[in-house]
């Protein structure tokens, strides 16, 4: 940055976020002291000015103005390592808030926005990790095995990479996490805008794979249809079938699972749903060739997909239908569609210091802040609404919010206001959801369905809600982990069967008794369902896992797998920490949880547990069998 593109960036830069790059930069604690204290923002939002006077801003914009350029000349930063107590107070003054002092070894290591720095494994002859995925969890997977020097393949059933964001093509199809925040610690990128819509972030996975030259490790257009375990040669063979029909069999002695569980769709089970005359799709499968411009459109389901497709369709078609079966809740979305100014992209390119400490901010926003509000209070005099009182401090703004957003349309309230506990299903952004359903071509229908005939859907109420077009908004068969293959552990047992259909578990996500070199990434009780980035759990499960690959290799290890008690431990612990959240609160349906009403979904414990989980490999966690003879790799067929 020449001097004035550095003045323009630093004009609209997060106040907070400068006043932390001041400290590593100069070593001053000056900037952590009163005048300059941020106060505490309200909500979700980035707290640009952070609350200071006007004054105060600009010597924070004329000190960072000459720190950024000092060190852009030359100058060490004095701080480039800031110890976790150090992190944990700047954290704090960044926020307004407290941090708690146990934050600051994941804060220190989530300030180090690097490539991985991951020591070389040792390998020996014929090991290597067969991957199945290549979307986000494959990705991770496949950058830090490369970096630790370990081979690896990727199968990978579509023609490229991307995963769910290169499958989702829906209008409106994005992320509700922030984008800085929704990407991985060792890649950065030039973001456009703040929540990214899918084809920014499917450029940002293709852009990860082409910086990190994964192709040439894929097997595109190939699918995993079965992975069977072989104990005399400790080793897995895994069925592949080609784009052409044809099958080969690829062997492994570790195999990463990266489906990811966004798959396979999930249609509803109504009388006739074949019988529509006009299209008819899922929003996964969304048919680019359909014309929407003037037709009447149905839209079955309400859930997130629905919830960022109808606002991006309802000005075009004529008539917009959408079928309710139970009301969500939505908070405000301040950021929606907004793009990061071209000043500030620069910077977040050209600082690394402030690109850190801006997702630092991001990642305390966005995470654990909420997870204590979620908890039952046994004492609580309202438990049919809400949990505690700071869950029903969230049901009154949260109502509020939606019904200053209905306006003079009070009687939508009834049908759109939740009487479950807000988080009780998955939170959703509203992106002008709440207006969209205001609008004098749009209907929302709360009657059930019973059947769907040629012309339309038809409710319990007798009426017939015609419909040229037929959307599917009915989301994915989440419950059913690892549903695209099968996978047959020692003495040929079938994980279905351990798992009991949709009843997985595993520990940490990753392992099951019976089932050795075998790990699931974004497996059961992973969803960080009460904030956080997903992508941040799968950093911290791809870290724990090359402990165990470096295990392998280390030791002369032909086998590791998980002890049965420690994995039931594990997940008693789940249960047990679950039935006092939110997700298993009564007066609701929520995908999360299975037939039998047990979560198997969403992780129940902080992010700073995870990262305590994922810190070390304990070796007396796990059986171990010294390395054997390893077969050659099957023959194609």
Known sequence: MDDQELRDAIAVANIPTLLMVLVQLTGERRWLEDPYRPVRSIGMGDNDSGGLPPEVQAEIHEAAHEAIGAWAAGRPM????????????????????????????????????????????????????????????????????????????IIERHHNVGGTWLENKYPGAGV??????????????????????????????????DTFDLRRHVRFSSTAREVRWHDDDQAWDVTVERADGTTEVLRAPVVFSATGIFNPLKYPDIPGLDSFAGPSFHTNAWREDVELDGKRVAIIGNGASCMQTAPEIQPRVAALTIFQRSPQWAAPFEQFRKEVPRPLRTLLAEVPAYRAWYRLRLGWTFNDRAHPTLQKDPHWAHPERSLNAHNDAHREFFTRYLTSELGERTDLVPKVLPTYPPYGKRMLMDNGWFRTLTQPNVELVTERITEIVSTGVVTADGITHDADVLV??????????????????????RLRDVWDDDDARAYLGLAVPGFPNFFVLYGP????????????????????????????????????????????????????????????????????R?????????????NVDLFGFTRRADPTEWEAEPRRSVREPAAAS
Request: net charge negative; proline share 7%.
């Open 78 to 153: 004095a701080i480039p390592d800031p110890s976790p107590e150090l992190v944990t107070e700047m954290l704090s003054v960044a926020m307004g808030e407290p941090v708690a002092a146990e934050y600051g070894p994941m804060m220190r290591a989530q300030l180090r926005l690097a490539p991985p720095d991951v020591a070389p494994i040792a390998v020996p002859d014929g090991f290597g990790v067969l991957i199945i995925g290549a979307g986000v969890s494959g990705i991770c997977a496949a950058v830090n095995l490369q970096a630790a020097g370990v081979p690896f393949t």
């Open 176 to 209: 509700d996490t922030p984008n800085h925040l929704y990407s991985f610690s060792f890649c950065s990128y030039d973001w456009s805008k703040y929540f990214a819509l899918r084809n920014e972030l499917w450029a940002y996975l293709e852009h990860v794979a």
């Open 472 to 493: 599917l908004a009915t989301g994915f068969d989440v419950l059913r982990f690892l549903s695209t293959y099968e996978a047959y552990g020692r003495n040929g047992r």
């Open 525 to 592: 009780n992973t969803q960080p369902g009460h904030g956080g980035s997903l992508i941040f759990v799968i950093e911290m499960q791809v870290h724990y896992l090359l402990q165990l690959v470096r295990r392998l290799a280390d030791e002369g290890l032909g086998a590791l797998e998980i002890r049965t008690d420690v994995h039931d431990d594990y997940n008693a612990g789940i249960d047990a920490a679950h039935e006092r959240m939110v997700w298993t609160h009564p007066g609701m349906e929520t995908y999360y």
């Open 594 to 606: 299975n037939a039998r009403g047990r979560v198997v979904v969403n992780f129940p414990y902080r």
